[in-house]
């Protein structure tokens, strides 16, 4: 992992302020989901992209009835 050098404290409900710089370097904007992982002692934080639930694939993909598909796979399925 690389170090930014930017720390930052949690505050009293559990939350930490993302710097306005590394949410423009990885293009975070308000309201954007993001996905939360822990890799032994770490943290990980992972802008959110959804998947389809076929193929895990994130390119062209729209929901359907609460689930994700991508294009690929809902052509498969209407042949």
């Known amino acids: ?3 930014t050098g930017i720390v930052r404290r949690v505050d009293e409900l559990g939350r930490i302020v993302l710097p ?3 949410r423009r370097t ?3 904007a308000e309201k954007d989901a993001l996905e939360i ?3 032994e002692s770490s943290i990980v934080l992972k802008k959110y992209e959804p998947a389809c639930i076929f193929c895990d694939s ?3 993909v729209s929901s359907y009835k609460g689930k994700n598909i991508c294009a690929e796979c809902l052509k498969e ?3």
């Open 1 to 3: 992992m690389k170090s």
């Open 77 to 79: 399925l209407k042949a």
């Open 26 to 28: 990885l293009d975070i």
């Open 37 to 39: 992982y822990v890799e």
């Open 58 to 60: 994130a390119k062209n």
């Open 20 to 22: 306005i710089e590394l």
